[in-house]
C-alpha cells in the first residue's frame, strides 16, 4: 500500500472500502442485512376465533396474520437499499407455523444474501367480546313497540331484519354483538353489546319506516370516578 491510500481502519486492507471505512471483510464481520426473531408470539380467541394484534382484536386471514408476525419479528439493516424480501410459510401444526424468509440487498457497495426461519406460534386468549357475552355484558337496550296497535309478526320480522341489513353495511366492530332478544308484551326486546350500534339501529328504521324514538339513560356503576349507564332506546313504529 502506496503512502496516502486509503486503507480500512480495522485492518489496514485497501479499496474497496464502506462508507464508514472498513474494507468488505470487516465490514461483513460488523454488519448483518438483517435480523429476525427465531419465534413470534400469536394470540387467537377460541370461542370466535379473532385475533388480537396490535393491541386491539379482530379478524385476519392467515396470511395477513404471518405477514404481521414477520414484520414484527424482521429488521433491516438502516442503510440497507434495494432490499428484496421473499417468504414460505410451512404449517407444522394447527398452533405453529414455520416462514421460511430470504432477505437481499445491498449495504453501501456490497451485496448481502441472508436466509431466517421463524415460527409462528398460536396461544389461546378469550377476547374481550366472549368474555362479555359469556357474563352476559350488554350497554343498550331497544324497545321495538307500535303506536297504539299491536304489531304484526311480519312487521316484527322485517324490523328484526333490519339489523342484520345494517350490520352488514358497517364496518366490522367486536362490541356489535346481541346478548339477548326476543318477544315481549307488546313488541320486541334486543339487547346489543354496543350504545352506537343501537343509536344506529334506531336512526336507520326511522328513516325507513318513520315513527319516533325516545332515549333513556340508566346508571349502572362507576368506573374511574365516572358514572357507566346503559341506553335504552324505544322505537315505535306508526
Same mark, same amino acid.
Given at each position: ?7 480500512? $481502519? ?17 465490514f461483513r464481520d460488523r454488519n448483518t442485512l438483517s435480523e429476525c426473531d427465531e419465534t413470534s408470539q400469536a394470540y387467537r380467541c377460541p370461542k ?20 404481521r408476525r414477520l414484520d414484527d419479528s424482521l429488521r433491516i439493516h438502516e442503510r440497507a437499499e434495494a432490499v428484496g424480501i421473499a417468504t414460505q ?8 407455523v414455520r416462514i421460511h424468509v430470504q432477505v437481499d440487498g445491498q449495504i453501501d457497495a456490497f451485496y448481502f444474501d441472508q436466509k431466517h426461519e ?6 389461546? #386468549? ?17 324497545? $321495538? ?10 312487521? @316484527?320480522?322485517? @324490523?328484526?331484519?333490519? @339489523?342484520?341489513?345494517? @350490520? ?6 367486536? #362490541? ?14 334486543? =339487547? ?13 328504521? =326511522? ?32
Amino acid at each position: 500500500m502506496s503512502r496516502g491510500e486509503a486503507f480500512c $481502519i480495522a485492518c489496514g486492507a485497501g479499496p474497496p472500502h464502506s462508507s464508514d471505512r472498513l474494507c468488505e471483510a470487516c465490514f461483513r464481520d460488523r454488519n448483518t442485512l438483517s435480523e429476525c426473531d427465531e419465534t413470534s408470539q400469536a394470540y387467537r380467541c377460541p370461542k370466535c376465533g379473532m385475533n388480537f394484534e396490535s393491541s386491539r382484536w379482530g379478524f385476519l386471514e392467515t396470511d395477513d396474520l404471518l405477514q404481521r408476525r414477520l414484520d414484527d419479528s424482521l429488521r433491516i439493516h438502516e442503510r440497507a437499499e434495494a432490499v428484496g424480501i421473499a417468504t414460505q410459510s410451512e404449517t407444522i401444526d394447527e398452533r405453529n407455523v414455520r416462514i421460511h424468509v430470504q432477505v437481499d440487498g445491498q449495504i453501501d457497495a456490497f451485496y448481502f444474501d441472508q436466509k431466517h426461519e421463524v415460527i409462528v406460534r398460536t396461544s389461546n #386468549m378469550i377476547c374481550k367480546t366472549c368474555t362479555r357475552k359469556d357474563g352476559n355484558y350488554y350497554e343498550a337496550t331497544i324497545q $321495538i313497540r307500535s303506536a297504539g296497535r299491536k304489531l304484526e309478526e311480519e312487521e @316484527l320480522a322485517e @324490523l328484526r331484519g333490519s @339489523l342484520d341489513t345494517l @350490520l352488514a353495511s358497517m364496518e366490522p366492530d367486536p #362490541m356489535f354483538f346481541i346478548t339477548k332478544e326476543g318477544a315481549v308484551v307488546g313488541g320486541w326486546d334486543v =339487547t346489543l353489546g354496543s350504545k352506537a350500534l343501537a343509536r344506529n339501529w334506531a336512526r336507520h328504521m =326511522t328513516q325507513k319506516w318513520g315513527g319516533q324514538t325516545k332515549e333513556t339513560h340508566s346508571v349502572v356503576g362507576q368506573k374511574d370516578g365516572l358514572d357507566v349507564t346503559r341506553l335504552t332506546v324505544l322505537y315505535r313504529r306508526p
